[in-house]
C-alpha cells in the first residue's frame, strides 16, 4: 500500500474548534447546544403560494384523520371518496407520460427461501464483478415479522450506453439481527437503466395484517447514462414478494429533454396511523433551457399505498414546485421529508420538508410544513442558520407516532481558511418543534479527509431516538462514523466502523434492530460489497504516532500507513487483548472490548513498537485521544525519536523490518541487499515510503541500530 503525504495540521480530519493538539480529532460528546432562532427571511425565492385552508377542507382533513385511526373496510373506501374531494376530482389523475423502470419478468425472476443463502457475519453482499451505486435498509417494527432487517443494495455494471446492462436491485433481510442475511428478492431494471450514486431511499408500510409493503424510490439515467434523468418507485409485497409500481414519476408539464428528476426522499405517517398510511414523496428537478439551470422541489403523494402493487394510477402530484424555482446550477440541492405528530388532530399531523445546498441560500437550512392528509402546498417556515458557512447534505428525522414532537436535522458544513477547505458534521434539534439549537457532532476535514452524506433515522414511537452514520472520504478509505441520539443527545459514538480499507461509491445507512433495547445497525458499503456491523457500543479512539520514515520536516508533513494497534492488559504479561488494523494516524475502533484498565501499542510494518506511556481507562462512552507526537514521554520509556524542532515533533523509530523488536545488523543488510538490487514498490524495507529502497533508507537503520534501538515495554 503506497504512503500518503499529508499536511500535519490537516491529516487527522482535525476539528478546528477548541483544538491544541496538532494531529488529534475532536469529537464533540459534550452535548453543548446554542440556541438558534428559526428565522423567516426575507427571500421571494422561499415564499410559496399556497392557500390557507378554507372550512370546508380543514372539515375534510379532520374526517380523514379520524377515519384513519379506526380500521375498517368501509372507512378505506370514506377516505378515498373524501381524498378525491379534496382533490378536486373524481379520480386520481395519471398523466400517461411515466416509464415502467423494471424489468417486464420482474416478478418471474427467482428469490430466496428466507432461511436460505446465509452469508458470513456482518457480510450481506461481495462480487468483484459489480460495484454498489446505493443502498437503503429499514426494519419491521410491528408483528408479525417484528425485528426483521431489511436491506436494499442497487448494483451496478461498468458498461454505458444505449443497450447497456441494467443495474440490478437486491433484496436481503435478516431475521437474526443481523448477525446473517438471506437474499429474498432480485430486480433487474430495463435495458440501459443505470440508477444514480447514493439516490435510494426506502420506506415501509406495516398495516395490521399479513402483508408488508417495501417502498423504494430511486434516481436512475437511462441509455447507460446517456437518456433522461428519472425517478420512480417500486413496491415490494412481503407476503407473496410480488414487486409491483415500477412507475417513473410523471409531474405535469415535465419534458425529458429538458426537465431532470434526482435525490427523491419518501416518509410515511404509518407510525401514527398503522392502517391507512400515506405515503409523501420529494424530488428534485432540473430543467434548463439549454443555458440556465432552475431547480425545483416536486412532491407527489401515496394515498393507497398498498394499491400501487396493482396500479401505477394511484400518484397524486402537486404541479408546481414548493418553492419558487432557483437560477442556478447545484448537485448539492436537496430537499428531505419527514412526518411527525404534535398531538390534536390535522394540527398535529404534520409533513415537514428540510431543504439544502440550494444555490443563494446554502448557507442555511430552509424548512416548510405541510399538514399530513393534504394536497395543498407546504409553507415556508423559516430558516435555521447557525454557523454562516455553506451547508450540504441536509437529512431530516423524526419520531412519527402521537405526540412525537422532537425533530433531529443532520447536514455537513463547508468553510475554507487559507486556501484549505474544511468539513464538519453538525446539527440543528427541537423537542417541541418551535425551540431550535444547534450542536456541532464531529469535524472537519480537508481536501484530503471530507465528511459527506450524512442519514439520520428516527426510532418509530420513542421520543428523541436517532442514529446518525456519515463518512469521511480519504484517499485510502472510508472511515464511517455513527452517532446514536437519545433523548436529543448524544448518547455512544463510534469512530469507525470499516474495517476493509478502501471506499465506497455509496453512503452509509442507519437503522435500528430489536435487540439489547435497541441496538444501532449501521449498513455500510465498499466499491463491491456491503456489510453490516450490529450494535453502537464501541471503544473509540483517535490514535497520533508519527513515523520516523514517513515525516518530512521539509514540509512539516507526515505519512500515514496500515499499522496493528493493540489493546493489552494492564498487567503482565501484558497480554493482546484486542488487536485492529488502522493507520498510526486516524481513528480506530474496538468494537467488543469491556472497559477497564488498558496499555496501547502500536506495531507498524518496519518501525519500533512503540506502547503508550501508561495504561489508560477505556470504556465506550468517551471518545479518546492518543498523542504519541507532542512529547517523548509520551511513550513507554520516551522511546521516541525527536525528528522536528519547528513544531516539535517526536516519532517512532524505523528501521525494524524483520519485527523481532530490534534495530541492528539484519535490519540493515535486509535493507542494503535491496537497494543493491533497486528494489522498488511498496516493500517493507522502503522506511521513506517513495516506493524505492535506497541509501537514505539504510543509513536511517545504520544510525538507529548504533543507538541500539529496541522495543521499550513494561
Avoid at 453512503?507 to 460489497?529: A, I, Q
Amino acid at each position: 500500500m503506497r504512503k500518503l503525504f499529508l499536511s500535519v495540521f490537516f491529516l487527522t480530519l482535525v476539528l478546528i474548534l477548541n483544538s491544541k493538539s496538532t494531529y488529534a480529532q475532536k469529537v464533540n460528546t459534550s452535548n453543548k447546544s446554542a440556541p438558534v432562532n428559526l428565522e423567516k427571511k426575507n427571500d421571494n425565492g422561499l415564499k410559496t403560494g399556497s392557500k390557507p385552508f378554507n372550512r370546508k377542507e380543514t372539515e375534510i382533513t379532520n374526517e380523514i384523520s379520524r377515519l384513519k385511526e379506526h380500521y375498517s373496510k368501509e372507512n378505506i373506501k370514506k377516505i378515498s371518496e373524501l381524498q378525491n374531494q379534496l382533490d378536486g376530482k373524481n379520480n386520481v389523475e395519471d398523466y400517461g407520460n411515466e416509464i415502467n423502470l423494471i424489468s417486464p419478468d420482474v416478478n418471474n425472476s427467482k428469490h430466496s427461501s428466507l432461511q436460505t443463502e446465509q452469508l458470513t457475519l456482518s457480510e450481506i453482499y461481495a462480487s468483484n464483478n459489480a460495484y454498489i451505486k446505493a443502498i437503503a435498509t429499514q426494519v419491521e417494527q410491528r408483528n408479525p415479522g417484528a425485528g426483521t432487517i431489511w436491506v436494499v443494495i442497487a448494483v451496478g455494471a461498468g458498461d454505458v450506453g444505449v443497450g447497456a446492462s441494467p443495474d440490478t436491485i437486491l433484496y436481503f433481510n435478516s431475521t437474526n439481527n443481523g448477525i446473517s442475511y438471506s437474499l429474498i428478492k432480485r430486480a433487474a431494471l430495463n435495458t440501459g437503466m443505470k440508477v444514480n450514486y447514493d439516490e435510494m431511499d426506502l420506506e415501509i408500510v406495516e398495516p395490521f395484517t399479513n402483508d408488508k409493503y417495501l417502498h423504494l424510490v430511486i434516481a436512475i439515467i437511462t441509455d447507460g447514462f446517456t437518456g433522461s434523468y428519472l425517478s420512480g418507485i417500486l413496491t415490494l409485497k412481503k407476503s407473496d414478494l410480488t414487486l409491483g409500481g415500477g412507475p417513473s414519476f410523471s409531474f405535469p408539464g415535465a419534458n425529458s429533454n429538458v426537465s431532470k428528476y434526482s435525490k427523491p426522499r419518501i416518509t410515511s405517517d404509518n407510525a401514527k396511523y398503522p392502517v391507512e398510511a400515506f405515503l409523501t414523496i420529494t424530488v428534485i428537478q432540473d430543467s434548463t433551457d439549454g443555458v440556465n439551470n432552475f431547480i425545483m422541489t416536486k412532491v407527489c403523494n401515496i394515498f393507497n399505498p398498498y394499491a400501487i402493487i396493482s396500479s401505477n394510477s394511484q400518484i397524486t402530484y402537486l404541479s408546481q414546485s414548493i418553492h419558487t424555482p432557483v437560477n442556478g446550477y447545484s448537485v448539492e440541492a436537496l430537499t428531505d421529508v419527514a412526518y411527525y405528530n404534535s398531538g390534536g388532530t390535522v394540527q398535529g399531523d404534520s409533513i415537514i420538508f428540510v431543504q439544502s445546498g440550494f444555490p443563494g441560500t446554502d448557507h442555511s437550512i430552509n424548512i416548510y410544513k405541510n399538514y399530513g392528509n393534504t394536497l395543498t402546498y407546504p409553507l415556508y417556515s423559516g430558516s435555521l442558520t447557525g454557523p454562516d458557512y455553506r451547508k450540504e447534505f441536509g437529512r431530516v428525522a423524526t419520531n412519527g407516532g402521537s405526540d412525537q414532537k422532537s425533530i433531529y436535522i443532520v447536514y455537513v458544513e463547508k468553510d475554507s481558511y487559507m486556501g484549505y477547505n474544511f468539513s464538519s458534521i453538525n446539527a440543528f434539534k427541537t423537542t417541541n418543534g418551535i425551540n431550535w439549537t444547534h450542536t456541532q457532532l464531529a469535524g472537519g476535514g480537508d481536501a484530503n479527509s471530507e465528511i459527506k452524506n450524512p442519514d439520520i433515522i428516527g426510532r418509530r414511537g420513542t421520543e428523541g431516538k436517532f442514529y446518525i452514520t456519515n463518512k469521511w472520504v480519504t484517499p485510502r478509505k472510508d472511515i464511517i462514523s455513527s452517532f446514536t441520539i437519545q433523548n436529543s443527545n448524544i448518547k455512544f459514538f463510534t469512530a469507525d466502523h470499516n474495517n476493509q480499507f478502501t471506499g465506497s461509491y455509496a453512503s452509509p445507512k442507519p437503522s435500528f434492530r430489536f435487540l439489547n433495547n435497541d441496538s444501532c445497525l449501521t449498513v455500510w458499503p465498499v466499491y463491491s460489497g456491503v456489510y453490516s456491523s450490529c450494535g453502537c457500543k464501541a471503544f473509540s479512539l483517535n490514535i497520533g504516532l508519527v513515523i520516523e520514515g514517513l515525516y518530512y520536516p521539509d514540509n512539516d508533513s507526515a505519512g500515514i500507513d496500515i499499522s496493528e494497534i493493540h489493546l493489552r492488559n494492564s498487567f503482565p504479561p501484558y497480554s493482546i487483548i484486542k488487536s485492529v488494523s488502522a493507520y498510526n494516524l486516524g481513528f480506530v475502533t474496538f468494537p467488543d472490548a469491556s472497559s477497564g484498565n488498558y496499555y496501547i501499542s502500536v506495531n507498524h510494518r518496519n518501525s519500533i513498537e512503540t506502547w503508550y506511556h501508561q495504561p489508560v481507562n477505556l470504556n465506550d462512552s468517551v471518545f479518546f485521544n492518543f498523542d504519541f507526537y507532542s512529547s517523548q514521554s509520551k511513550a513507554y520509556g520516551n522511546n521516541l525519536k525527536q525528528v522536528d524542532n519547528s513544531p516539535v515533533i517526536f516519532a517512532a523509530y524505523s528501521g525494524d523490518v524483520n519485527k523481532d523488536g530490534f534495530i541492528d545488523l539484519t535490519d540493515v543488510l535486509a535493507i542494503y541487499n535491496d537497494a543493491a538490487n533497486f528494489l522498488t514498490g511498496y516493500v517493507v524495507t522502503d522506511l521513506t515510503g517513495n516506493d524505492a529502497v535506497d541509501l537514505t533508507d539504510m543509513l536511517m537503520a545504520y544510525n538507529n541500530s548504533v543507538n541500539f534501538v529496541s522495543v521499550a515495554k513494561p
